[in-house]
Structure formats: structure tokens, C-alpha cells
């Protein structure tokens, strides 16, 4: 059995840097990942590539040759991975081994994650193959800057999670770049009726029914719910002096183990036991 991240969000969330980080604490930790490009556009990377779309297709050659723009390109590179799924990509899994741990670099397009069928298919055909996936949503921290762009961000990994039906684990980005975390604590465990407050002071009366229907879904059924990830951090939260979390941020070993946990890694692992007796001489 193989396990895999499949890293999506919107463009600009920090997947790559994400991507980049992880394979630093693994390589520092002495534990084996495999990081896919398939994002067509890509051009420069901070981590050595496993596997890479551009091998199949570019989005440049598409754009000169057919005469696309980047988004139009784009989905059309995306299309021909479909396409290839059996050929391709088959070829290239064919490569690693059943307990191997391959994270997947996505594109940004949030359309391919919300309602075109390429990337379910994709995991459908990762799944066969005898995966098991998380997926892993990014959100840029400074996007939540008010409830309206939460609620926002919510639906976005909402109907990501009901389009790919899979684990997933959100996470909100660049935590080391907020200036004021207390705007982003506010979001990682709201009230909702302060929620439902805020929404309909912002919206016209028209929506409120909306925003009820809004809030339920975030907070009566759990539905989604944000980690946020701070780079910089060594351990798994921080603390102040009574035992609280001082700053609402966690490291990439928590993440990396909360998505471990998702897709049972490690758990048909043999146990490796140790011999303390002395070696008796002949």
C-alpha cells in the first residue's frame, strides 16, 4: 500500500513552499518522501522533483502551439493528464514501491478541485492503484482577515472535500507573515452567533436566511475546520506561562502527523524489535 498528499488551494496559498518544507523536515528526520510536480506552469523549484508533468506536457507549448490563454492552457493540460492516466502515470507509479509516500504539488485553478472531474479522477486512478490519499488545503492566513472572506474560504474547501471525497486537512498558510494573529484566532474556533452577527451586518437582509444556513454548516456539523501552520516553529504548538496557546500556530511535524494519522501511515509497519541479550561466544 502507498500513501499520498495531494496539496491543492487557491493560487499564491504557498503549496510549493509547503512541498519544500516538508521534504527539509523529512530529509532532517531521516524519512523517505517523493514530491510530484503537476502543475504544468511550474518553472522553479526548492525541492527535487520525483515526477514531473512537464515531461507529458507543458503549458508554454500548449499556449504557443494552440493558441490558448494561461487558464484555458491550463485546463487543457490538465485534460491530456486525464487521458494519460493509464499510460503516463501508470508508468511513472510503476516506479515506487508499495510503502512509498508521494506528495503531489497541485496547480492553483481552483475550478479543477470544485467542479471539473480531472483531479477526482486522478485520485480514483491513485486509489486503485493502492493509495491512500489525503488531501491537504492551503489557505493564505492574510486572506482571513474578516468573516466574509472565512466563510469564503470554508465553501472553497467545502466543496473541494465534497468534489474528491477524501480526508482532508486544512490549513491556513503563512502564519509567519500576520501581522495581528489575533484577527486569525478569532477563525480557528469562532462563536457563531458572533459569526452570524458579523455576516449579516455585512450582507443585505435578503441573505440572512443564507447566512444562518452558512453558519450551520460550519459550526453544527464540523465540517471544516483550519490548522494553522507556522514555518518557523520547531515543536508542535506554543505556549505561554498558564498552559494556553499563546499564538494560534503549529509546526510542520504536527501537520505532517495529523495528515499520517488521515492515511494510516505506518500503521501495517512491522515492529522491529531489539535484542539485549548478549551475544554468547562459541
Known amino acids: 500500500m502507498g500513501y ?6 487557491p493560487a499564491g496559498s504557498g503549496k510549493s513552499t509547503y512541498c519544500s518544507s516538508l521534504h527539509q523536515h523529512c530529509e532532517t528526520t531521516r524519512r523517505t518522501i517523493h514530491i510530484v510536480n503537476l502543475d504544468p506552469a511550474a518553472e522553479n523549484f526548492d525541492y527535487p522533483v520525483a515526477m514531473d508533468i512537464r515531461e507529458l506536457i507543458s503549458l508554454d507549448d500548449v499556449m504557443e502551439e494552440l493558441g490558448l ?18 499510460e503516463w502515470l501508470t508508468e511513472e507509479l510503476d516506479n515506487y514501491l508499495d510503502d512509498d509516500y508521494l506528495v503531489f504539488d497541485c496547480p492553483g485553478q481552483i475550478e479543477l478541485f470544485s467542479h471539473v472531474p480531472v483531479v477526482k479522477n486522478f485520485v ?69 452567533q458572533l459569526l452570524l ?28 475546520s483550519f490548522l494553522p501552520l507556522d514555518l ?25 502527523s ?10 501495517d509497519a512491522d515492529v522491529k524489535v531489539k535484542n539485549f541479550d548478549p551475544e554468547e561466544d562459541d
Open 124 to 192: 480514483e486512478h491513485l486509489r486503485r492503484k493502492n493509495f491512500n490519499v489525503c488531501v491537504v488545503y492551503l489557505l493564505d492566513s492574510q486572506f482571513i482577515t474578516d468573516v466574509t472572506k472565512f466563510i469564503s474560504g470554508c465553501m472553497s474547501s467545502l466543496s473541494a472535500m465534497v468534489q474528491l471525497e477524501l480526508p482532508h486537512v486544512n490549513i491556513l498558510s503563512k502564519m509567519d507573515l500576520v501581522t495581528n494573529k489575533k484577527d486569525v484566532e478569532n477563525y480557528l474556533d469562532p462563536e457563531p
Open 69 to 86: 490563454g494561461p487558464n484555458g492552457g491550463l485546463m487543457y493540460c490538465m485534460e491530456h493528464l486525464e487521458e494519460n492516466l493509464d
Open 258 to 267: 495529523q495528515i499520517d494519522n488521515c492515511i494510516q501511515y505506518g500503521e
Open 197 to 224: 452577527a458579523e455576516l449579516n451586518q455585512r450582507m443585505a437582509p435578503q441573505f440572512q436566511k443564507l447566512n444562518k444556513s452558512l453558519i450551520e454548516v460550519v459550526d453544527q456539523y464540523s465540517m471544516v
Open 4 to 9: 499520498a498528499q495531494l496539496v491543492i488551494g
Open 232 to 256: 518557523r516553529k520547531e515543536s508542535s504548538f506554543s505556549f505561554n506561562g498558564k498552559d494556553q496557546y499563546s499564538l494560534p500556530s503549529c509546526s510542520i511535524q504536527y501537520i505532517l
